[in-house]
Nanobody
Framework: QVQLVESGGGLVQAGGSLILSCTAS????????MGWFRQAPVKEREFVAR????????YYADSVKGRFTISRDNAKNTVYLQMNSLKPEDTAVYYC????????????????WGQGTQVTVSS
């Protein structure tokens, strides 16, 4: 069992930066693929980024590639999402998730979810 808690969301102007953190409970954090998803009002939850167990392999949605960076610190049971050059269309609730599939980009392939943190980007 893994419990995830996100933090770091907030209100930022377009072009600004935020870093989100997701801290996991449980001693097996390092065994999971960690992903970030987001969900805007009246839209489906969409994949943002993922990182494998060691952090050596990452993958991003085209919409955030070059602007967002996912990283993890297994010693701290924490995964991060550095978000730069934010745009109003990045506004959403951001969720971290843990799963077992190294190529997973859909919510159904992740087993554990955090409660989400709101990111609002003003124009």
């Amino acid at each position: 069992q893994v419990q995830l808690v996100e933090s770091g969301g907030g209100l930022v102007q377009a072009g600004g930066s935020l870093i989100l953190s997701c801290t996991a409970s449980g001693r097996t954090f390092s065994r999971y693929v960690m992903g970030w998803f987001r969900q805007a009002p009246v839209k489906e939850r969409e994949f943002v980024a993922r990182t494998t167990w060691t952090g050596g392999s990452t993958y991003y949605a085209d919409s955030v590639k070059g602007r967002f960076t996912i990283s993890r610190d297994n010693a701290k049971n924490t995964v991060y999402l550095q978000m730069n050059s934010l745009k109003p269309e990045d506004t959403a609730v951001y969720y971290c998730a843990a799963g077992s599939f190294t190529t997973a980009t859909t919510p159904k392939n992740y087993d554990y979810w955090g409660q989400g943190t709101q990111v609002t980007v003003s124009s």
